[in-house]
Each structure stands twice: as structure tokens, then as C-alpha cells.
């Protein structure tokens, strides 16, 4: 299949892209949905693409797409699934899987705000002032979300030792 | 960043963390640290837990096999899509383009392979309510295929689930049939289809198939308000998920239950 050179750049960063949808969405399944909206976005808007890092360009519209998703999504929160989305085969999951999915319900805990702010931070390694210029808010503001994130994320994991067990009926 | 070596402020804290601080200031709060344990104690959850996420999201950031699939996929819709057209419109303009070109129609619509990960959902009834409440807030795009193409829905997702699908006809409860979409249920080409009452109310019914599981049964589950009737019959495994009465859900689900039988 023929590919032009601006099409190699998306693809070449999909994995990029992907680990970034995931850490903002609650789900697979919505981390999939956002890496394809994203794409076909940037794909439609390529004539505003001014050069520069295609990553950061890429980056602001997946994260646009995601506030604006979290606002709809309200409606119908996801449901928390407790004994039904416990991992099922540990055996071969690197890592303990009752802390990963005790860090992903802390994670899924956060405003869409702090998550996005902890995420481009501690997952895609960006400066406060890249955070700053990705979301178009003042450094100040990006140090306050960033403490926030990480307070509560503290909060929620020392009060979720325990796991509650929900049968159903 | 604050300067005065003996001030250090929470801001300090973060850029430690993050790798942030030049050689000499991140000497001066490491020591400024080993004089106030209780911030110690903080600052060591803090990066305990931002290695915990990097490790999290690592597995994401890879290639998948169908990557070129969805950049093809997703730059002809961005060909069709003119910029004036209102995004209610979008997709249907997609689907009649797919459909007129008859090359792509199945790539257009069908959604790349969810990745097993952590939190892959393996068992039914999660997948069924992780879906229902993925799909039917959708306000674009429900379904993929409309009722009003019935026969064509039923026979591409059949084709893709290798089984003769039907959809069940729920006029008698009150229920009719919105439409449907290609989705992976554990792993595998499934279906789901969409329906919707006169208040606007939906529900779904989820069709997936596991070679592994040989058990037929009939359950319940529900999450909050949610609730999920589901059934596995040889290979094939059924979850009709709704946000209403049990009772209703469950006639509804013996209706298709019959309906899939017969």
C-alpha cells in the first residue's frame, strides 16, 4: 500500500501515540478508540501542521480529543467492575498485577486535568514548560496539577489496601 | 527554580523527582531531604508511584501489526471527509464510501485487535458492560452498520464471527434493533448488536466466540446499575447487557436465548 512521507511520520509514531492514549483513557478499549480519533484528526488537519515536532502537534490534539471525550463520557461513567477486571493470568504479567491494577484504579481516580499534566510528565517525559505550551496554560498552573495529581494518587492508593470482592447476585 | 540553597520548596520536590534539577541542586535537596524524613517519606511515594505508571504504559508504546492498516484506513476517511461537511454526516458519507468502493469497506470498519495487557477483560460479562457503556453513549457513532441495512449487518458479522447470526427481533418487549458492530471479544472477531426503546433507552446484545470454552450455562452479573444476563452455548457465548429492571432484561434475554436456538 502506498504511503505518503506525512503518512510514514503518523505511523511512525503510533507507538508514541499509543502508550499516550492508554495512559489518559480508563480502558483498552477507550485508549484504541482515542488513538483512532486522533489519527484520523491529524490526518484531516495536516494542512495546519506548521512543522515543528510532529509529536507535540499530535500530542495537543489527542489531548483535546480527550477533555472533550471525558465531558461526554460523564453521562455514563464506567462502572467499576471489581471482581471482574481482576487481572486473570498473573503468571504472565511482569510485575505484581494486584499493584497494577490498584495503581490503574488511582490513576482512573485523577480529573482529567491532573491526569493529563502527571501523564506527560512521569510517562512521556516532558519539561513543565513543554506540559505548559501542550495545554496552553501558565507553568504555575501545571505545578499545581502536577502536585495535586500526585497527592491524590498518594491518598487514593494508602486508603485502597484492601480490594473489595463484589459477588454478583 | 529557587535558587537558595536552603530553601526548598515543593516545586523542588517535583523537579527532583523528574529528573529536572542540575547536578549541584539536586545535591542540595537530596541533603535538605535527609533532614526532613517525613518529605523523604513523600518524595519516595511519589517516585515509587511514577515508576510504578511508567511501567504501567511501557507496553503500549509499540507497533502493532495492523498499524499501516489504520493509518490507511483513517487517511482515506480523511480524504472523503469534505471540510464542510457537518460531522453528523461523517459517517454515514464513510460508510456509503466504503460501501461504493467495496475495497476498503470491511479495513473501513473493521477496528484493529485490542491488545491483551493487564487489564485486558477476559471473561464475558465485564466485556459485554465494558462495551455497552463504550457504545451505546456514543452519540455519533452507536453502531457501525444501521438497521436499515439488517441483512447486510447480520451476514458481514456473521462472516466474521464463521456463524449463522441472527438478530433477534425484541418488538414484542418494546425494543428494536439500532444496529451493530465488528468488536473483539477476547481476542476474537465479535458482534454486538444495539437496541434502543421508544424513550430512547438501549441495550446490547454481545456475541463472541471462544473455542476453549465447551460449557453451556445461563448467569447473571450486574455492576451498579447495570445489568448482564449471559450465556455460553458450545463455542459461542452470548451477554445481553441493559440498564433495566432484571426482570425485564432477563425475558428479553430468554427471548434471544430462543431466538438464537431456533
Partial sequence: ?169 | MNTENNTVTENDLHAYIDGFLDEKRHADVEAWLAENPDAADEVRQWRNHAEGLRTLFAAYAHAEDDDRDLIATSAKNARFLPRWLPAAAAGLALFIAGAATGIFGQQLLARPPLQQTAFALTDLPAQAKSAFLIYTSEVRHPVEVGADQEAHLVSWLGKRLDYKLRAPDLKAQGFHLIGGRLLPVSGKAGAMLMYEDDSGKRLTVLIGRNPDNAETSFRFASAGSLETFYWIDGEIGYAVTGEITRQNLQEIAEECYRQFES
Avoid at chain 1, 482512573?108 to 512521569?122: F, G, H, I, K
Fill in chain 1, 1 to 169: 500500500m502506498k504511503t505518503e512521507p506525512f503518512e510514514e511520520q503518523v505511523l511512525s509514531l503510533l507507538p508514541l501515540l499509543r502508550r499516550y492514549s492508554r495512559s489518559l483513557a480508563r480502558s483498552d478499549a477507550d485508549g484504541e478508540d482515542l488513538l483512532q480519533d486522533c489519527v484520523e484528526k491529524v490526518l484531516v488537519r495536516r494542512a495546519q501542521w506548521r512543522g515543528g515536532s510532529l509529536r507535540s502537534w499530535a500530542f495537543t490534539i489527542m489531548t483535546n480529543l480527550y477533555r472533550d471525550g471525558y465531558r461526554r463520557q460523564k453521562l455514563h461513567p464506567p462502572v467499576e467492575l471489581t471482581d471482574e477486571t481482576a487481572p486473570q493470568d498473573s503468571a504472565t504479567e511482569p510485575g505484581d498485577p494486584l499493584e497494577k491494577q490498584r495503581l490503574n484504579q488511582a490513576v482512573n481516580a485523577l480529573s482529567p486535568d491532573y491526569r493529563t499534566v502527571l501523564m506527560l510528565v512521569v510517562v512521556e517525559g516532558y519539561s513543565y514548560q513543554e506540559v505548559a505550551d501542550t495545554l496552553g496554560v501558565p507553568i504555575g498552573t501545571v505545578m499545581s496539577r502536577l502536585s495535586r495529581a500526585r497527592r491524590q494518587m498518594a491518598e487514593h492508593l494508602s486508603r485502597s489496601n484492601i480490594v473489595p470482592l463484589r459477588r454478583p447476585k
